[in-house]
């Protein structure tokens, strides 16, 4: 088999007595969507920190192409690109939105001139081609996750990490994202996400990966994965796989594929 | 090899001075753990604590430890109007801004001081500065033993408030969660106003205490404060236990290395010693959140 | 490259001493000219970058002490010793940087122990036999050229005059290359800096390089004007603090702030000794309070304040048309 673009192994995360990365292995394809899914405190957001460099894994390793990249830097991986977008967005509030999508593009461009004009067409690609003048902390939720994202695309990356890019937006500034992430995948850029919003993941994702307790779980198709009882019961408790199936279907490995409730699963985004 | 006697006392005497950088270490660590700021206003008031203290001798032949009395709070009530009039608007919650105001502060003050009272010198004569005690096992002054007294049960206060009356408590809210304590109603400002007069009026006290033994002029509160950084930053900022073990433990340490390098390498030590703290403090105190 | 403004400024300040022949007007000049190239090297790390240092007497203070022992102890021409000077500071911003940088440390770590540095080299030189201890260090006066001394105090003003117009262009030029940008993102959020492939320590620690010799040009050139530099003047708090002043008064992160707010806070200076005569530490509690009161009101500087104003005034223009159709 190929090597995967990004493979994550046995990655352990202990802060104190805390562990929030728990032996967690994944693998990203290239020019696919992978989604890394679980519930609040799973550990996405720190695996997603060790990955891109922001924090040293207390055990564990992470490679890109089969070159071991664990512990390397965050600028050192922008350049060998892997790029992120932040959970909580982090603009160059100062700056404007023009500005602040040229230091993404000053990666690969010595010149002000050039990187001010690659960053106003990515600008245009994400949406924001009129905003470019504006503050960056003058712009709504939904654009500041655009410029985010617009930043990121900036450094000409081979992989985008995704953290939660859809989290606090409204059904309409949601269906108005997706399509953007997928035009981003049709460019041939490789896309592991966190996504809470289950409609997301179910139409964007082709692997979903689901990370429980510092611990995948279970992994696949979305379909699969989201009936997978074991995941139901991550995201609703225990029991609730045979609440919702009843025993058998629990049993059977529920969900649309064991004779569970057809269509996106039990869970639908809920548990944001 | 120095005979244990002079060692002990060495130890001792070092735990006593050490017992006033706790303290001075106290105001600046509690204003660090609730406001999360760095004051840079704490030498500076020091000193003008110092200042007050003379002059209630000088003017109103007032001992340092019954001025204490009156000092305590007049600085408490000092150090609330500041933060609450203007650290607090001038910065806009602004870290960086935060900085430069307690720095304008500091400089106003110290230079105010420098300006009214030029840059002499000066000390108490008072009769009993020099009288000894006679532990047995050393002879300690006796001024500095009170101070460790004093600085023991200015703790305990501070203990108490903190966990039982409710500005205590509020004042741990604040200093944990404040947007928790703010959406709790607790007036945020008011706290931070609060223990910002707490902090201060540790200096009153911290003043009185030296006033006997030590010197005063426009620059003598710097000295103390920059050890007083080192050891929040050594004990932990915010932690007031880590503050009072940090400040014992700097005493002894300056009291031995006087022992053995002599008194003008001290100062730069102190610095020194500041400097590798913060390269190479410990990870847990990453950050700089103002 | 928009550097037109700079050379309009710099000729215009040119003309002065041809104007006058008041020693009174050039001697502020030149101490207003002094602090505006200290101020630059500070808005550089500061401004820029984003990084506040409470100890730049540490450059200014180098670059002082090197020029002027080189040239008393080791024969060195005055000239060479000035370069000498500025290469001195610089080394002491890159070693101050490498620690303080690679140990992570910001906001007010940061600004705590560039005090402490400054306040470490003060008492070294206020002791130590080759900085003169406590005396100092007194430069011979040997009036020629060549010796970067002069009879009147015109050749000093122009060559000081050279020397800030060099630091606007060294500023002006950071803003508009990648350095520049990459330091502006570095200020604004350095994690997201970072992700996008920043090199935030290497950055900082170029910032700061360039910082301190800005400031050690400064202080090179007191020694050079004034023949004399001893450790409280060389790495004294008075310097540090108006080091940071006349930047945050003029305009941080401009090219022309520190120019500006030099002037300010030096004419503050001048009128406060006419008022009170030569009490020490009025100038600074007045210094002190411009920096609250800038601080809380017009953060933006002078230079932000002009701009609003043109806003202002454009807004007003842009709606007279319309009242005129009524």
């Known amino acids: 088999m190929a090597e995967p673009l990004l493979r994550v192994e046995g990655v352990c995360k202990r802060f104190g007595g805390l562990t929030a990365v728990d032996g967690a292995s994944l693998a990203v394809e290239a020019r696919r969507i992978t989604a890394l899914i679980g519930p609040n405190g799973a550990g996405k957001t720190t695996l997603f920190a060790i990955i891109s460099g922001f924090l040293a894994p ?5 490679f890109h192409r089969g070159t071991n990249i664990t512990g390397t830097p965050p600028h050192l991986l922008a350049r060998r690109g892997i790029a992120r977008t932040f959970q909580l967005v982090q603009p160059f509030a100062g700056l404007t939105v023009h500005e602040n999508i040229a230091i993404g593009a000053h990666l690969s461009r010595r010149s002000r001139a050039d990187a001010l004009e690659a960053a106003a067409a990515v600008a245009r690609m994400v949406g924001l081609g009129d905003l470019l003048d504006r503050p960056a902390a003058s712009l709504t939720a939904a654009g500041s996750k655009r410029l985010e994202v617009a930043r990121a695309l900036a450094t000409e990356p081979e992989l985008i990490l995704l953290d939660e890019v859809l989290a606090g937006l409204n059904p309409a500034e949601v269906a108005a994202m997706v399509p953007m992430v997928r035009a981003l995948a049709d460019r ?8 809470h919003v289950m409609q997301a993941v179910m139409s964007l994702a082709q692997h979903v990966f689901v990370l429980v307790e510092g611990r995948i779980v279970a992994e696949g198709a979305p379909p ?7 995941v139901v019961e991550a995201y609703l408790g225990h029991g609730a796989a045979a609440r919702l199936w009843g025993a058998a279907g629990a049993d059977a490995g529920g969900g649309p594929t064991g004779g569970g409730p057809a269509g996106g699963g039990p869970a639908g985004g809920g548990d944001a | 090899m120095l005979s244990p006697v002079i060692l002990v006392a060495a130890v001792l005497n070092g735990l006593l001075t050490g017992a006033v950088y706790a303290l001075v270490a106290l105001g600046l660590t509690l204003i660090y753990g609730v406001l999360h700021i760095i004051n840079f206003a704490h030498g500076a008031l020091l000193t003008a604590a110092m200042f007050a203290a003379f002059f209630a001798h000088r003017l109103f032949g007032l001992d340092p430890y019954v001025a204490a009395i009156v000092l305590t709070p007049l600085f408490f009530v000092l150090g609330y109007g500041l933060q609450r009039f203007i650290i607090g608007p001038a910065a806009h919650g602004e870290d960086r801004n935060i900085l430069l105001v307690t720095l304008g502060l500091a400089v106003m003050i110290e230079n105010a001081l420098l300006f009214a009272f030029r840059g002499d010198t000066r000390t108490l004569n008072l009769d009993y500065a020099f009288d000894v005690v006679d532990l047995g096992i050393a002879f300690l002054p006796v001024v500095r033993v009170t101070a460790f007294a004093v600085v023991l049960g200015v703790a305990l206060v501070l203990w108490l408030v903190l966990s039982l009356t409710d500005t205590g408590k509020a004042i741990r809210a604040v200093a944990k969660e404040k947007l928790g304590a703010e959406l709790s109603g607790i007036d945020v400002p008011h706290i931070y106003a609060v223990t910002f007069g707490l902090g201060t009026a540790c200096l009153a006290v911290a003043a009185c205490l030296l006033l006997p033994t030590y010197y005063v002029n426009p620059h003598v509160g710097n000295a103390f404060v920059l050890v007083a950084f080192t050891i929040v930053v050594l004990g932990g900022m915010g932690s007031v236990p880590g503050a009072l073990a940090g400040g014992l433990f700097i005493g002894v340490v300056e009291s031995l290395s006087g022992l053995y390098l002599g008194e003008s390498l001290g100062q730069i030590g102190i610095f020194v010693m500041f400097i590798l703290v913060l390269l190479f403090r410990p990870s847990g105190l990453f950050g700089e959140r103002a | 490259m928009k550097i037109a403004p700079i050379l309009i400024v710099i000729a215009a300040l040119a003309t002065v001493p041809l104007l006058t022949a008041s020693n009174v007007v050039l001697n502020f000049l030149i101490l207003a000219l002094m602090i505006a190239l200290v101020g630059q090297g500070w808005n550089v790390l500061g401004g ?3 990084q506040y240092s409470f100890g730049h007497a540490a450059f200014f203070g180098t670059g002082a002490y090197v020029t002027a022992i080189v040239q008393m102890r080791y024969g060195v021409d005055a000239w060479t010793g000035f370069a000498l000077g500025i290469a001195g500071g610089a080394l002491t911003g890159a070693a101050i940087g490498a620690l303080t940088f690679r140990s992570g440390l910001k906001g007010s770590y940061f600004a705590l122990v560039t005090l402490a540095f400054a306040e470490v080299l003060r008492i070294l030189a206020s002791v130590a036999p080759i900085t003169g201890a406590g005396v100092g260090i007194l430069i011979a006066l040997d009036l020629r050229p060549q010796a970067f001394q002069f009879q009147s105090r015109a050749p000093f003003y122009w060559i000081l ?5 060099v630091s606007l262009v060294i500023v002006r030029l950071i803003e508009q290359t990648r350095f520049g940008a990459w330091l502006v993102a570095v200020r604004e959020n350095e994690d997201a800096a970072r992700a996008l492939g920043v090199d935030a320590t290497r950055i900082k620690l170029v910032a700061i390089t360039v910082s301190a010799a800005m400031t050690a040009a400064g202080g090179a050139f007191y020694v050079q004007y004034f023949l004399f530099i001893d450790s409280g003047i060389a790495y004294g708090p008075w310097i540090s603090v108006e080091a940071l002043l006349a930047p945050i008064v003029g305009g941080i992160g401009t ?23 030569d009490a ?10 411009l920096l609250i009161l800038v601080v809380a009101f017009a953060p933006r500087g002078l230079a932000g304040v002009l701009s609003d104003l043109r806003g202002r005034v454009a807004r007003l223009r842009s709606r007279m048309p319309e009242q005129a159709h009524g």
């Not at chain 1, 699969?224 to 074991?230: F, I, K, L, Y």
């Open chain 1, 58 to 62: 207390s055990e564990g390793r992470v």
């Open chain 1, 188 to 195: 041939g850029v490789t896309i592991l996400m966190i996504e």
């Open chain 1, 224 to 230: 699969a994965v989201v009936g997978n009882p074991r």
């Open chain 3, 48 to 50: 820029y970058g984003g």
């Open chain 3, 161 to 165: 005059l050279g020397l800030v117009g």
């Open chain 3, 255 to 277: 090219v022309f702030g520190p120019l500006l707010g030099a002037l300010v806070v030096r004419t503050l200076g001048e009128l406060t000794k006419l008022g009170t005569g």
């Open chain 3, 280 to 289: 020490p530490g009025l100038d600074l509690v007045i210094y002190g309070g």
